[in-house]
């Protein structure tokens, strides 16, 4: 038997934070906790000065390193999981753009295959983000092949992905998105709205047949107005529904997004990256599905300006939270962790330090900075 103990100031468990003590490893998984020093002999790894997170956990991004997952390259997804361990990343959902059909069943096809073969961050399901969208608030999807939310097609991709698409983004004003909410719903897939030029009432439609998710709140969604509260006050007041945001100060000010956070409840908050090829490369000119994009003083551009995606790296979402006070370390820890994992049923794998889950975990220290990323109870990632 394999056994570590993994010493800190400081735990984020998902109930409560404890600390100083000693957590257990045994065999690559979450073992007991103690207060006292263990009496027994095994290693002790010695994290005095930080605190240990559960691996953040990331619903929502396109590319990193580079490699953008509608590349359909198998290699490209097995270096943006390894890649993303450098960002306390331990589990992701690919996420597609709206493309040709047939080219969204080769990607779910080549996800599926490749989930069992990535050695870094864990590929946990699949983000459809459109094509059922609307074109007043597009964003960098594609316009062209924007259609009616339609079941057949869906599970057409989903048997290419062989199961593995547990999330989709819809504009809940599309004939047929209420259908087609609650029949994916009743199958454990959770329907998401955005890119929506939506009514409040539209979106409540669809929320009350099972929709759940607002996607990157403030973006590619109609915005609050005093008479149509639209999407923003759907997602500012819907109950039992969680909202995404993208927290790198480009996207939303860090005003707002306090406003928004301190309205919908911290618990209800999903920290995402949204992030495409460019994160983590250097300034330059890349490309966002079929779209070239400039990245440029930190945001990555479409030619005519508008965002398209974002660079952002989870760890560093979750630093801004704390930095621009909207939320203590344990707070934010949540959004990225927990809530996220939760929001989409995956909570029972990822989001959480638990006694026989995986030892994926991170290290930060007091400012939140990352120090080290866990993927079984090994470190892969060592901040110098």
């Known amino acids: 038997m394999n056994k570590t103990y993994i010493y800190a100031d400081k735990f984020f468990f998902n109930s409560s934070t404890v600390g100083p003590g000693y957590l257990e490893i045994i065999n690559g998984r979450f073992g007991d906790f103690y207060r006292d020093k263990p009496t027994w002999n095994h290693d002790i790894i010695d994290y005095r000065g930080y605190s240990i997170a559960p691996g953040l956990v990331d619903t929502h991004i396109h590319g990193f390193k580079n490699h953008d997952v509608m590349d359909n390259d198998a290699n490209g997804l097995k270096v943006m999981s390894e890649a993303l361990l450098s960002t306390g990343v331990t589990s992701f959902l690919p996420t ?36 059922f969208f609307t074109e007043k608030y597009k964003g960098a999807q594609n316009p062209s ?76 969604m109609r915005g609050l107005s005093h ?16 909202s995404e945001i993208i927290c790198d100060g480009h996207h939303v000010h860090p005003s707002v997004i306090k406003l928004f956070v301190d309205t919908i409840g911290k618990e209800n908050v999903i920290l995402i990256t949204d992030s495409m090829m460019a994160g983590g490369m250097p300034e330059g000119n890349y490309m966002l599905g079929e779209f070239p994009v400039t990245l440029k003083d930190g945001t990555a551009r479409l030619n005519e300006g508008s965002l398209a995606g974002s660079v952002l790296k989870l760890n560093d979402a979750v630093k801004n939270m704390v930095d621009w006070g909207i939320a203590t370390p344990e707070e934010a820890i949540m959004m990225a962790t927990y809530t996220p994992a939760k929001s989409i049923d ?25 120090k080290a990323t866990y993927l079984d109870g090994i470190c892969r990632f060592k901040q110098d």
């Open 227 to 242: 008479r149509e509260p639209g999407m923003v006050g759907a997602a500012m007041s819907l109950k039992n529904t969680y």
């Open 96 to 131: 597609t753009l709206t493309a040709d059909h047939e080219l969204l069943n080769e990607v779910a096809k080549t996800i599926s295959q490749t989930k069992d073969e990535v050695t870094g961050a864990k590929i946990q399901g699949i983000f459809f983000e459109g094509p």
């Open 346 to 370: 995956i909570d029972y794998v990822c989001g959480q330090i638990k006694k026989g889950r995986s030892a994926d975990f991170t290290v930060f220290d007091q400012q939140m900075n990352l």
């Open 145 to 220: 092949y924007f259609t009616d939310s339609d079941l057949n097609t869906f599970y057409e991709w989903q048997v290419s992905a062989k199961g593995l698409i547990n999330k989709i983004a819809i504009a809940p004003e599309r004939n047929g998105a209420e259908d087609f909410t609650h029949e994916l719903t009743k199958h454990g897939v959770i329907v998401s709205l955005g890119h929506s030029d939506a009514t409040f009432q539209e979106a409540r439609e669809v929320v009350n047949a099972g929709a759940s998710i607002f996607v990157h709140a403030f973006n590619g």
